[in-house]
């Protein structure tokens, strides 16, 4: 039993080893901005079939990974008569 909680305990101290130089490393980046395009004037009119067409993207990244929102407006659908 006892030869487990160190093994516990030696990963936790490696873990906390690594994401503390993992930390460090990403201070080291900086950002920048980039242009990746109008995306939402790149909207496929096929999409409003669907009933919606995207009115925003953004992308944000956050710590360790990035978000990606998409915000949609609502579009009429024309019915048959």
Same mark, same amino acid.
């Not at 487990?4 to 690594?18: C, F, G, I, R, Y």
């Not at 920048?32 to 004037?41: C, R």
């Not at 999409?47 to 915000?71: M, P, T, V």
């Given at each position: 039993? $006892?030869?487990?909680? %160190?093994?516990?305990? @030696?990963?936790?101290? &490696?873990?906390?080893?690594?994401?503390?130089?993992?930390?460090? +490393?990403? $201070?080291?980046f900086? %950002?920048f901005?980039? @242009?990746?395009?109008? &995306?939402?004037?790149?909207?496929?009119?096929?999409?409003?079939? +669907?009933?919606?067409?995207?009115?925003?993207?953004d992308?944000?990244?956050?710590?360790?990974?990035?978000?990606?929102?998409?915000?949609?407006?609502e579009?009429?659908?024309?019915?048959?008569?």
């Amino acid at each position: 039993m $006892k030869d487990s909680e %160190e093994m516990v305990t @030696e990963q936790m101290m &490696l873990q906390s080893m690594a994401n503390l130089q993992l930390e460090a +490393l990403k $201070k080291m980046f900086k %950002e920048f901005p980039m @242009e990746i395009g109008d &995306l939402v004037k790149k909207n496929p009119k096929e999409a409003a079939c +669907l009933g919606f067409n995207f009115s925003d993207l953004d992308i944000s990244f956050k710590k360790s990974f990035f978000q990606l929102s998409a915000y949609m407006k609502e579009v009429p659908i024309p019915r048959k008569s």
